[in-house]
């Protein structure tokens, strides 16, 4: 027999473990970078493209779906000759900006850290693991 109690446990301990799937959005470098460059607004794919250094078209389109999907982003088509379409940064993926923007900001802070340690490390005579 079951009780509310026990059929809401297998929720309880899923719930970490969904998290993960969060995660995933949240690590992707490109993903974070595209909702950094949407926070100032909607911009066209090829804007995107111009914006993020290093992406490639394949992989802004897979991010851009895959961020719509999750309910990041918003994709408007507008019937004009070409067509025009623009992503925007939902209410969600706002909060999103709002809570990675200090990752963000660590980062590009630290990027001269990270190289000069990273340098020192590839220049020990032995970096092999014990």
């Known amino acids: 027999m079951t009780t509310p109690d026990s059929e809401s446990r297998p929720t309880q301990q899923q719930e970490p473990c969904r998290t993960r799937e969060v995660l995933d959005i ?23 493209k111009r ?14 779906r895959s961020l ?7 994709r408007t088509v507008r019937n004009v000759m070409p067509p025009h379409v623009s992503y925007e940064l939902t209410p969600m993926g706002k909060t999103l900006r709002q809570a990675t923007a200090p990752l963000l900001e660590w980062s590009i802070t ?3 850290h990270i190289d ?3 340098a020192t490390y590839d220049a020990r005579p032995d970096t092999s693991p014990a």
Not at 33 to 42: A, D, F, I, K
Not at 68 to 74: H, K, M, S, V, Y
Request: net charge positive; no cysteine.
């Open 26 to 48: 949240v690590g992707d470098k490109w993903s974070l970078l595209v909702v950094r460059n949407l926070s100032q607004g909607p911009l066209r794919f090829t804007e995107l």
């Open 51 to 64: 914006a993020i250094d290093g992406i490639s078209q394949r992989m802004l389109t897979v991010t851009l």
């Open 68 to 74: 719509e999907r999750d309910g990041i982003l918003t």
């Open 110 to 112: 630290h990027l001269t």
């Open 116 to 118: 000069a340690a990273r």
